[in-house]
């Protein structure tokens, strides 16, 4: 089994420590407040659980070559993408929502109008896993 990590773009990382730092000063603010324990315990606990989920996905964005299946991990999500299926690979910089932690991705497309976006730091040994190369883009 090949594991590959996402690479990370320097203001995602920003971004994600910013949310975190946020959560624990929400968290100190709403503790030094003293009202209602219910509350007060809801919130924290929300907090919390919103910092485990961005560190989830932080250090979770992983992908894993194994027995011909590409596996994606990213926090809580999954996605499993057979090799065979794959129909063609893409240097993209596209913004939208992926399991990707990079804006320096690549557009797997396979099975029937499938496509996911991954971001891995090692794009070389990444496309060798899994027996493609990039395609140059048409635009």
Not at 76 to 83: D, N, Q, S
């Amino acid at each position: 089994m090949k594991v590959f990590r996402s690479k990370i773009d320097w203001w995602v990382r920003l971004v994600l420590i910013a949310a975190v730092l946020t959560e624990i000063v929400v968290i100190g603010m709403i503790a030094m407040q003293g009202r209602d324990p219910v509350e007060t315990t809801t919130v924290i606990l929300v907090c919390i659980l919103a910092i485990m989920l961005f560190a989830w996905v932080m250090f979770g964005t992983a992908y894993k070559v194994d027995r011909g299946i590409l596996r994606i991990t990213s926090g809580p999500f999954r996605w499993k993408v057979p090799l065979d299926q794959i129909h063609s690979v893409e240097a993209t910089k596209s913004p939208l929502s992926s399991p990707a932690l990079s804006m320096d991705r690549i557009r797997i497309r396979y099975g029937k109008n499938r496509r996911v976006m991954v971001s891995p730091a090692d794009k070389a040994g990444f496309l060798k896993a899994i027996g493609q190369e990039l395609e140059v883009s048409k635009s």
